[in-house]
């Protein structure tokens, strides 16, 4: 049987729901929890990021594949949060969430930047 992302976020999210729950943690600080835990991987893309460009003069230079883990790394841990959050329906609300949210973008055609002399 084929697995999905869907089917790993799940397992996922069940994993971490009964750790937390040995830990005698309830639902609401879990899921503010992982919420924290989205945030300590974006900081970390971040950190991929500067790293990639070269602008931390204390340190040397990472490859972009660093950061396009990191950035895997995020989306991976959001993922979770939904389905432990939402665990009955997080790919349905994902996608009901994603149409909502892009149609503005996808329906508006492509994106038109201003020259110089309109934004003046």
């Known amino acids: 049987m084929q697995d999905t992302v869907w089917d790993t976020i799940n397992q996922l ?31 970390e893309a971040s950190q991929a990021v500067i790293g990639a460009r070269g602008t931390n003069p204390r340190k040397a230079t990472a490859p972009w594949e660093d950061a396009h883990a990191e950035v895997a790394d995020v989306a991976i841990t959001a993922l979770v949060a939904l389905a432990r959050m939402r665990p009955d329906d997080a790919a349905e609300y994902l996608d009901r969430h994603l149409a909502a949210k892009s149609a503005k973008f996808l ?8 020259t110089p002399a309109e934004s003046a």
């Open 107 to 114: 329906l508006a055609g492509p994106a038109s930047v201003p």
């Open 13 to 43: 999210a069940r994993r971490f729901n009964e750790h937390d729950t040995a830990l005698g943690l309830g639902q609401e600080e879990q899921w503010g929890l992982q919420v924290l835990k989205i945030a300590e991987e974006t900081g």
